[in-house]
């Protein structure tokens, strides 16, 4: 990405993990930072503001939020929060036995879709204590398959963050969910040159039609809605967080020229690439 002043991008994190204690140092504070990484805020206390890409969330109380590697953060200078910190990247995921692999996808495959999520009290608890566990396990000298054992705490955390997430969805062990989430886990790879519905259905061997209809059922939206939504967030995010033209970014999204995109994008926020760009063009100054 070429950046505009002030938008970092996150750092490298050896092994492709890191998990740490959220206290004075917040991560991404000051600056806006580009997630290279998955991450995990578990907030334990504290007030504030995390804003990510257009949405600022107020952190007061326990929240759990999950941000997905592409996005874009930042702490209001203002927030003092604690609690834990993790980040994770797709490589390290391979660690993690693959009857987690679901659970990745639920979460944060729609990264918009699950920003926050709110633990009760036993929930909360119980993730206090997974993370403090983890954290002792990382800070831990160095040995052999340390980084399997880490793995196997990460599966743990998913699994009931998956938990919170999918409690009142009665369809997530049916054959749809299943569907729509492999159609997710293909969207976040393949949205900047996949724009069709038919592009899709035809990698998961169902028809456009039946496809829809389970979006519709699993999300409420249609695919087609989901594939648009995709596109236009990272559209937006080029549009905010980089210098590149409109032209360079249409290029980037697959679009044929510069007017289609400016069309599909005015159809789908009815507003013009520039005019959006205009309206942030503090941020990041």
């Known amino acids: ?29 000051g600056s ?9 805020l578990m907030v334990e206390s504290g007030r504030g503001v995390l804003v990510v890409d257009e949405q600022s969330f107020d952190i007061a109380g326990h929240k759990i939020f999950l941000l997905s590697k592409g996005q874009i953060c930042k702490f209001e200078n203002h927030s003092d929060v604690s609690g834990y910190h993790l980040s994770f990247g797709d490589c390290f995921w391979e660690r993690v036995p693959s009857s987690a692999s679901n659970c990745k996808a639920v979460l944060f495959n729609n990264a ?27 800070e831990t000298k160095s040995y052999t398959n340390q980084m399997d054992v880490l793995a196997a705490y990460l599966k743990i955390i998913m699994v009931k963050l998956a938990n919170i997430k999918i409690v009142k969805e009665e369809t997530f062990d ?28 035809g990698m998961l061997n169902i028809t456009p039609r039946r496809l829809s209809g389970l979006c519709k059922r699993c999300s409420n939206k249609s695919a087609k809605e989901i594939i648009n939504g995709q596109i236009i967030a990272e559209a937006k995010r080029l549009l905010q967080f980089s210098s590149y033209t409109v032209k360079e970014i249409a290029y980037q999204l697959h679009f ?6 400016s069309h599909f994008f005015k159809k789908n926020t009815e507003i013009s690439p520039a005019s959006y760009r205009s309206n942030f063009i503090h941020i990041g100054m």
């Not at 806006?32 to 995990?40: G, K, M, P, Q, T």
């Open 1 to 29: 990405m070429k950046p505009v002043s002030g938008i970092l991008t996150e750092s490298v994190i050896d092994h492709s993990f890191s998990v740490k204690r959220l206290e004075n140092d917040l991560p991404y504070s």
């Open 32 to 40: 806006f930072v580009r997630l290279n990484y998955h991450h995990i």
């Open 112 to 138: 918009a879709a699950n920003q926050q999520l709110l633990p009760d009290q036993a929930e909360r608890d119980e993730f206090l204590i997974l993370f403090k566990i983890l954290l002792a396990e990382y």
């Open 174 to 201: 049916s054959q749809d969910y299943i569907v729509y989430r492999k159609f997710m886990e293909l969207l976040s790879s393949q949205y900047h040159s996949l724009h069709a519905v038919n592009d899709y259905s």
């Open 256 to 261: 044929g020229t510069s007017e289609q995109f």
